[in-house]
Nanobody, 120 residues
């Protein structure tokens, strides 16, 4: 079994910054892609940023130039540095990891979510 634990959310003023972390633990052979999603009230969950095992990354257009995704493979952790935050970034942020738990066993896991609120 694999657990993902997110941290770093909170309340921040517009223009401020936050850094989210998501640490994976459990039976992990390796981790493929790691992804941050978010879901605002009344809206569907949307992809924010994704990073491959080789550290190639892609971003939603709405966060390009403001957010940076990175990972520490030794710690099985993915980060999301969020700068120049806007009220429309307010959402619950979830991390997802595609994990190899064995030679032929790959599965997608989700964290519990962390609230980010951007407000003055």
């Amino acid at each position: 079994q694999v657990q993902l634990v997110e941290s770093g959310g909170g309340l921040v003023q517009p223009g401020g910054s936050l850094r989210l972390s998501c640490a994976a633990s459990g039976t992990i052979l390796s981790i493929n892609t790691m992804t941050w999603y978010r879901q605002a009230p009344g809206k569907e969950r949307e992809l924010v940023a994704i990073i491959t095992s080789g550290s190639n990354s892609r971003y939603a257009d709405s966060v390009k130039g403001r957010f940076t995704i990175s990972r520490d493979n030794a710690k099985n952790t993915v980060y999301l540095q969020m700068n120049s935050l806007k009220p429309e970034d307010t959402a619950v942020y979830y991390c997802n990891a595609v994990v190899w738990t064995g030679p032929i066993s790959e599965k997608s896991y989700w964290g519990q979510g962390t609230q980010v609120t951007v407000s003055s």
